[in-house]
C-alpha cells in the first residue's frame, strides 16, 4: 500500500506547517475506494482519524447515523436467505479464499493497523496471522460443527430425535481500536461460516481496517450486503444492538453491561469479552531462561493494550530476585519505534486519552509509594503517545492499578510464598479473562491451572498459544464478559438449537397415544416397567 512513508519505514514530514488540519498521511486514492464501502447517507458528517505515530491526521471516514444501521440490516437480512441456502462447502469456500488473500496482501493490511493502532509490525502481523488461523479452523470444522445430530429420544425405541443447527440471522459485532482486523473478524467469520449476515461497527478510530476486511471479502466471492460496516460512535453501536439477532462485543466491562442489559431487553443472544486485569505466575521451578522472554511478550504486546496482556507478575519467592535481575534489564533494552517494519518491539499507545490513562494509573502508584524498577515515563521523544515499558513495585492495594485494569505496558509485582498463596493473589480480582503459569512441571501447572478463576489459563505461555488455538473456546469469568469465541462454541452462539421429535410406529398403532387408550393405571405400569429397564440398561 503507497502511504506517505519512506521505503526504509521511517515516517517522512507528515504535516504542512501553513495547513496542518489539510494534510493527511494517507492519500485520497487509497482512502476513497474503502470508505465507499461505509454504509452511510452522508449526514452524520466525518471522522478524522490520527496517526498516533504523530499525531497527524489520517483519514476522514464518513460517518453513519441510526437510519443507515437501519438500511445495512434491512439489507443484510434480505440477503441472508439466500446465503443460508447455500451449502456449507460453498460458504466455507467463501472463507478458505479469505485466509489465502490476507496472507497473500498482508503488506497492506500490516501498513493499516499500524497506522489506525500505532501498534509496532510484529504485533500487526499477530492479526494476519489469526485471521489465516481462524478460516483455515472454520473452514476444516465446518460440516461437523454445523452438522445435524442424532440424540436418544423419550423412549428408545418409539421415538428419533434429530437436532439442527439454524443461524440466528444477522450478527452484530462492535469491535474495539485495539486489534482492527481481528475482532472486526473473528466473530464475524464463524457468523458467516453459520449462514449469518454480518453488521461491523468498528472503533472510529480503526474503522479503515475493517473497511479492507470488507473488501477482502468481497474479493472472496462474498455476495454483496452480508458484511456491512456502519462508522460512527456509540449511538451508532447502541442502534445496531436495536436491530440485529445477535450481539458480540469487545471492550470495557462497564459498556459491555450496558450492552448486555439492552440485548436482554430485546431477547437477543450477547457475546461480551470484557476487561482484564490478567496474572502471571512464575513458580519456584520455573526455567528462566525461557520465561523471561516469553513474560516480556506477555507484558507488553501492542504496548500493553491487549484484553489478556498480563498486568500482575506474581512470583515465587525463592526466585523473584533472579527474575527480577534478569527481566528489569530485559525490558529496558526493548526498543520503541514507529517504523512501518520490523525494527521495533513496542509501538504507541493509540490515542491521548489512552496516554493520560496509562500515565495517571503509574503516578498515583508511584504517588503511593510504588517503585518503578524500570519506565514510568512518558516517551515523548519517540512520539506523542509512547509510554515506557514499565515494571512496578510494592504497588499499595490502594493504588487505582492495584485491581483496575490499565491497558498500557504497566506490569506490578507481586512477590508469595507458595503456590497456595499464588493461588489466593491470582484470584483476587473482579476479572477472569487470561492467566499463566510457568512451571517446569506441566502437570502440576495443570493442577493449579484448575484453581483459577479465568476463563484462559495458558501454560508456559502468557496468550499467543491461547488465542491461536482456534478450536478452544476463548472468554470470560466474572465481570470479563458472556459466551466465548472460538471453537464450537462461537458457531453455536450465533445459531438456534431446533429439535425435531418424530414418534416412530404410529401407523402400525405403537405410540404413546395408543398406549393411554388402555385406560386406568395399565399406561403407568407399562411405563414404569420400560424405565426401570431402561435404567438397568444405562440407556441415556
Sequence with gaps: MATAHESDGAPVELIDPELPASTYVLEPEIVAPLVRRVVTSHDGGTHRSTLPFTGAPLAAIPLSGPGDVVEATRRARAAQHDWAAQPV????????????????????????????????RRNAFEEVADVAQTCRHYVTRARRYLADRREPGALSVLTGVRVHRRPVGVVGVIAPWNFPLTLALAEAIPALLAGNAVVVKPDPQTTLSALWASELLAEAGLPDDLFAVVAGAGDVGAALIDHVDHVAFTGSTAT?????????????????????KNPLYVAADADLDRAVPGVLRACFTNAGQLCMSIERLVLHERIADEFLARFVPAVRELTLGAGLDYSADVGSLVSAVQLERVSAHVDDALAKGARALVGGVHRSDVGPYFYAPTVLDDVPEDAVCHHEETFGPVVAVTRVGGDDEALRVMNDTHFGLNASIWSRDVPRARRLAAKVESGTVVVNDGYLQAWGSA????????????????????????????????????????????????????????LTGALRVMRRLRLP
Design 256 to 276: 459491555g453491561r450496558k450492552v448486555a442489559a439492552r440485548a436482554g431487553e430485546r431477547l437477543v443472544g450477547a457475546t461480551l469479552e470484557l476487561g482484564g
Design 471 to 526: 478450536a478452544a473456546p476463548m472468554g470470560g469469568m466474572k465481570a470479563s464478559g458472556l459466551g466465548r469465541r472460538h471453537g464450537r462454541e462461537a458457531v453455536e452462539a450465533v445459531t438456534e438449537a431446533q429439535s425435531v421429535v418424530a414418534q416412530r410406529g404410529h401407523h402400525v398403532g405403537l405410540s404413546v397415544d395408543s398406549l393411554y387408550a388402555l385406560g386406568g393405571d395399565v399406561p403407568s405400569r407399562v
Design 89 to 120: 462447502r460453498d460458504r466455507a469456500r467463501v472463507l478458505d479464499r479469505l485466509g489465502a488473500l490476507v496472507l497473500e496482501r498482508q503488506s497492506e493490511i500490516l501498513d493499516l493497523i499500524q497506522m489506525e493502532s500505532g501498534k509496532s
